[in-house]
Each structure stands twice: as structure tokens, then as C-alpha cells.
């Protein structure tokens, strides 16, 4: 198992960034796919980025152009950049590590260690 531990959530105004932070405590993104997914009050879990173990990058439309996800160079620790912040970025911030193919990437049942999560509030 891959023990994860997210940070980096916090409060910021509409139009600012933060960067979330997922580092393994056990072992390292090396042979795993790293997913972020977010939840907000009274919606579904939905996935937000990812990047394979080959550093393949794959982001939701809603995302696309305002987060990037990227790999330390140790590849222990993953992170989420999250620009241009609006208020429907609100949300428990999770991470997780899976094997899943590109194709079922998105499918958060294929994922199997998952962080704490960390709030992430948008005020506008």
C-alpha cells in the first residue's frame, strides 16, 4: 500500500491559485497512476487530474488550461496546481493511486489508496 497525505487546501478568493500536495509516506508514484478527484457538498465525487506512471497528463474540461498536475523529481510526492480559481472549484480535494488503463482513468472505483482530502473553498 501507498499511504497518502494530501495538504495545501485553504481559502482563497475567486480569480487566485493554490497548489495541493500528495506525498506517499510508503513507497513512491513510480508504478502507479496519481488521480485527483473532488467532491463538493450534495454532488458526486468527480475527477479533476491525473498522471500515469509514464507522466502522462490527463485533466477534466472543466479544468483544463487552469490546473496542471505534475510529479516531484523524487516521484514520492504529486501536485495539483489549481490557477484562475472560481467559486465551482469548492470542494474536498482528494488524491489517489490506481493501475487503471487511460481509458477507465476517470473511474474513481479503480482506484484503491486515497488521501484525507483537503478543503479547498473559492470565495467569490
Known amino acids: 500500500q501507498v499511504q497518502l497525505v494530501e495538504s495545501g487546501g485553504g481559502l482563497v478568493q475567486a480569480g487566485g491559485s493554490l497548489r495541493l500536495s500528495c506525498a506517499a509516506s510508503?513507497?513512491?508514484?513510480?508504478?502507479?497512476?496519481c488521480g485527483w478527484f473532488r467532491q463538493a457538498p450534495g454532488k458526486e465525487r468527480e475527477f479533476v487530474a491525473a498522471i500515469r506512471w509514464t507522466g502522462h497528463t490527463i485533466y477534466a474540461d472543466s479544468v483544463k488550461g487552469r490546473f496542471t498536475v505534475s510529479r516531484g523529481s523524487d516521484k514520492s510526492t504529486v501536485y495539483l496546481q489549481m490557477d484562475t480559481l472560481t467559486p465551482e472549484d469548492t470542494a474536498v480535494y482528494s488524491c489517489?493511486?490506481?493501475?487503471?488503463?487511460?481509458?477507465?482513468?476517470?473511474?474513481?472505483?479503480?482506484?484503491?489508496?486515497w488521501g484525507q482530502g483537503t478543503q479547498v473553498t473559492v470565495s467569490s
Open positions: 510508503r513507497g513512491t508514484f513510480s508504478n502507479y497512476n
Open positions: 489517489a493511486v490506481g493501475r487503471a488503463e487511460l481509458s477507465a482513468i476517470r473511474n474513481p472505483d479503480l482506484y484503491y489508496d
